[in-house]
């Protein structure tokens, strides 16, 4: 019988902008506390130096990495060569597959599928190695500072998450279960970004992001039965941490109140939205955070779950394995 492929993730950095400015007061209702800016800083040296702190800490070569995947909304210096590209020149990586994924708060489980599904291809090619996946957003560039239905909620930094299909690896978790899907429909311009090249954009102004609020809320609070699905899941166990996109403390309280048998408060992570919403990285910074703090069993299972632009949904069940929890 042929060995299933095993894939783990064995590292994980996370990090905010050093601007940082008290929420307005308006976001008190959504939980956000402060914002966390990039101000002066570049996006991508400022992501690249997330990456390179992963390496250090796991005393590894960055030359083993065969795959980077990357995520990040259109706020980057260049629009081409793209965020992925950039970072992995950045980081003097070469003849390897360099893929952006996706966009919105769902892109960065978009590419860690991606980056699975590869590693996953290479094993059964005899190929062992790194895959890396990064995010990282500038967001306040998206943002019409008079449109107070976005412009207190999100903040700026960037995430890193270290894969490997070596099946001799023991650290961190593994990947059980990772699925992404779309449900489209009519809903797909709730949150939406004109593209500025549009012949349309006679007056030459550069787009900002627009949302419809409350059909963005009422799709985001119901979500959770079609985020167990895409891990092949009916229910959650009370061994299980479930970790949401970090949107607004409105929509997370929603999703517990919609689903209440099955998500215990204490089992489902809130803290990160005082920071603000962090895009693609926001699950990933929250499940950094708890780690670090401890906010979970060591022994139990955590999801990952994500809602987003394009009425993209996103679900990771990972396991965790029995040498060292994590390596941050």
Known sequence: MEKICKVSLIGLNSKLGSEITTAKKDAARNGVTKLYLLGEENLIDFTSQVVITIFKKLGTDISRIRGIFGSSNPTAKFLVPSFTACVASELGLKNIICDHIGLGCSGGLQALRNAYNQAIVDYTAGKIGYYLVIMGDQTSRLLDQNDFSTSFLFSEGAAAILLTNDQNEGRGYKIEKI?????????????????????????????????NG?????????????????????????YTYFIPHQANLRIIKGIIKNNP???????????????G???????????????????????YSVILGTFGAELQIGAALLLPQKEDLYVL
């Open 277 to 299: 919403n962090t895009s693609s990285a926001s699950v990933f910074f929250g499940l950094n955070d708890s780690l670090k703090r401890g906010l979970f069993n060591q022994g």
């Open 214 to 238: 409350l059909r963005v809320f009422q799709f985001a609070i119901n979500i959770f039965p079609d985020i167990l699905d895409l891990i092949g899941l009916k229910s959650m166990d009370k």
């Open 179 to 211: 699925g992404t899907k779309s449900l489209l429909g009519e809903s797909i311009y709730d949150l939406r970004i004109k593209n500025p090249y549009d012949s349309l954009n006679k007056l030459g102004m550069i787009p900002k992001l627009k949302m």
């Open 261 to 275: 048998n099955q998500l215990n408060p204490s089992n489902v992570y809130s803290d990160g939205i005082k920071n």
